[in-house]
Structure formats: structure tokens, C-alpha cells
């Protein structure tokens, strides 16, 4: 047991996105029941800005963004702050970590992991990542010889980082839960006796995915398959307007989405590792669309991997033209014995313990600090 005594606190950075919050959360949550006290930091304007909000944890957020790829005035202007951001968001970092004097500082991406990393090697704090991207972000890159660990998801991102890499998987949330469809559809008020396809382009959302569906959502009522449809915080109302059927269930977002993942039959989704890792812990067939714009492309070797290996079907998102998912769907709900046996693929595919691999990681850290 933890000795509260002594200082037992850790802080965990990262966020922006789903992608990068979840196994924070995910990695804090089992902390927290060991005993150790988890703080939080991520960014003003990441997806943990609302999150957090809902955790009992104490947070701060920083005002800090990435830089912004797309051109406009306002990204323009955006990138012209950042030195300034940077800079400023640092100082208040420092000043954080000098008040908790934490144990150790967890990075798992995203811009918000940065700085408090950057800070936590020059005060001599332990650190650790966790990457999550068969090609690893650029925090992790630039860092992975100067923090003391990174545990990564997969073999193929050990060959682009130096220092002490372990092989851990993907550390999946402590309240996600498997239950069966029919259940699941009862909590969603769903029928459980039709087949059901959920379209999650991420956890803002994706306006390609909102496009395409809005185009296509009349299949669905005309063969009585009911859509569970992620649409993302900005767009609620603007496609709650447009789609209105019983058979039709629009959010912005799924605090609870194992619900929708278990609900469904099919799901449609990115290709980015926390998603693909959930999907397969659920044993589910997946239509993986890579999103062309992911560093390194990575979202398309993490489909392409689990194509090759029978565990999901991959459309690139330049083939996204007429009915193709939907010829897709038919397909695979045809053919109930190979819609199982992508499931199961995909399951064998996951490290399943992967939280204990990261907590063991932790300890011995701890242990070294001691000695």
C-alpha cells in the first residue's frame, strides 16, 4: 500500500484529443486506485477542457494550442502567438510543478504534454510517455532519450525512438465495459432486434464522415438498419435539423461509448489507435477510413495492419464516392460468420493487459528513485 504520508502524487499531461485524453485517463484511474493522487494538465482548447469537468480530479488547463496546418487569417494569427503561449504557458507549468511537487509527470501527447515534460526533465522529476501511434507524435520523438521511459502500443514505433522504449499496448479506460447488444440497446433507446452500425469519426467528430452521411443516412431508414451517429460538439444542431428518424441516433459526443460500441453490429471509424483499440476489445467487424492528414499517415498503416491480418475492412477516404460503405455494410451483414471473425481477429490482435505492463513500468521507476 501507498504510504499517504509521503508525497504520492502524479501528474499527468496530455490531450487535445480523444486519442491522446483517454489513455491519461485511462493510465490515472489505475494510479488512483493503487493509492497514488493524480493531477491533471492538458489544454484550454482540447477535448479535456470539457472532460475534466466531469473527473473529481484536480486539473489545470493551459492556454496552449498546436500549430495550426490550414491557412487562414485566424490560424495565421493562432501561429503567430504560439512563441508567446509557449513561453507563458511554461512559466505557469513550472509554477504548477513546484507546488505539487510530484513523484513523476505521465506525457501521453498532444501539445499539452510538451511543456510539462520539457519542465519535468529540467527539475529532475521522474518521467515517463506513453505513445499511442504506430509512428510516434512529435513530443515523444524529440523526447525519448531524455525522459526516463516511453511505453509504446505497438512494435513498429520502437524503430523511431531512442532511449529506454517498452512495449506495453494501449491502456484501455477502467469504465469500459462489455455488455451485450441487446442491453446496450435498451440504454440508448435503441431497438435491440435491428442491425445496428455506429459511425464515430473521432472524438470531435469528423465533417468528412457528417458529409458522406448526410448524403447517404436515407439507406439506412429504407432498410430499417438503425445509425448511431458520433457527429462531434460543433455540429449537434445543424445535423439534428437535417436527419430526424427513429431509427437515427445523433450525438455530439458518447461519454459512455462502449454502450455504442457493444449496440452496434458494425462500427465505421478512423483509424486512430485508441478507437481501433477499443473496437477490437469489444471483438467487433470495423470499416476503417484512415484520415489522410494524420502525421506520417499513420491512421493508414494501423488499418492497412489490421486489413492484412483479417480484422477490419479499409476505405481510403479519396474512395468515399456514391454508396461504398454502405455496399460494405451489406456485405459483411450478409456474411454473419466472417462479421464474427473480424471481431475476433481484431480482439487477438490487442495486448489486453496493458494498463498492469504501464503500472509495472511505473514502479520500477518509482523504485529507482528511491535508491
Not at 480523444?18 to 484511474?29: E, K, M, N, T, V
Not at 511537487?101 to 505521465?106: E, G, L
Not at 435498451?186 to 435491428?194: D, N
Request: net charge positive; charged share 20%.
Amino acid at each position: 500500500m501507498i504510504d499517504h504520508k509521503k508525497n504520492n502524487t502524479i501528474v499527468i499531461a496530455g490531450g487535445g484529443s480523444g486519442g491522446h485524453l483517454f489513455p491519461a485517463l485511462a493510465i490515472g484511474d489505475e494510479l488512483q486506485n493503487k493509492g497514488y493522487s493524480i493531477k491533471y494538465i492538458g489544454s484550454k482548447y482540447g477535448i479535456e477542457s470539457k472532460i475534466f469537468k466531469k473527473i473529481n480530479n484536480e486539473y489545470y488547463l493551459l492556454n496552449i494550442r498546436g500549430i495550426q496546418r490550414t491557412l487562414s487569417f485566424k490560424n495565421i494569427i493562432n501561429n503567430l502567438l504560439f512563441p508567446i503561449r509557449f513561453l507563458m504557458s511554461y512559466i505557469i507549468t513550472i509554477k504548477i510543478l513546484k507546488r505539487l511537487n510530484p513523484i513523476m509527470v505521465i506525457g501521453t501527447g498532444g501539445y499539452a504534454s510538451g511543456l510539462p515534460l520539457l519542465a519535468s526533465i529540467r527539475m529532475n522529476i521522474k518521467t515517463l510517455i506513453h505513445e499511442q501511434n504506430s509512428y510516434p507524435g512529435l513530443t515523444t520523438r524529440k523526447l525519448s532519450n531524455k525522459v526516463d521511459s516511453v511505453c509504446i502500443t505497438t512494435l513498429e514505433t520502437k524503430k523511431y525512438l531512442n532511449g529506454n522504449v517498452i512495449l506495453t499496448g494501449m491502456p484501455i479506460r477502467n469504465n469500459f465495459i462489455k455488455i451485450n447488444k441487446s442491453d446496450a440497446c435498451i440504454k440508448l433507446g435503441l431497438s435491440s432486434s435491428k442491425e445496428t452500425i455506429f459511425i464515430v469519426g473521432g472524438s470531435q467528430g469528423s465533417e468528412t464522415f457528417n458529409q458522406y452521411f448526410k448524403k447517404n443516412y436515407e439507406f439506412y431508414i429504407k432498410n430499417d438498419i438503425q445509425l448511431i451517429w458520433q457527429c462531434g460538439y460543433k455540429n449537434l444542431s445543424k445535423y439534428k435539423k437535417i436527419v430526424n428518424h427513429k431509427n437515427i441516433l445523433i450525438q455530439d459526443f458518447f461519454d459512455q461509448i462502449d454502450y455504442a460500441y457493444c449496440a452496434a453490429d458494425i462500427i465505421v471509424s478512423r483509424a486512430g489507435a485508441v478507437a481501433v483499440n477499443e473496437i477490437s476489445l469489444m471483438e467487433k467487424a470495423m470499416i476503417l477510413v484512415p484520415l489522410p492528414s494524420s502525421a506520417a499517415n499513420h491512421q493508414f498503416h494501423n488499418a492497412k495492419f489490421y486489413e492484412d491480418n483479417n480484422a477490419a475492412l479499409m476505405i481510403e477516404e479519396k474512395k468515399l464516392k456514391g454508396n461504398i460503405i454502405e455496399d460494405s455494410i451489406l456485405k459483411l451483414l450478409n456474411n454473419k460468420e466472417k462479421l464474427k471473425s473480424m471481431g475476433l481477429n481484431a480482439s487477438n490482435l490487442i495486448i489486453k493487459d496493458a494498463k498492469e505492463k504501464i503500472i509495472d513500468q511505473i514502479t520500477k521507476l518509482l523504485k529507482i528513485n528511491k535508491t
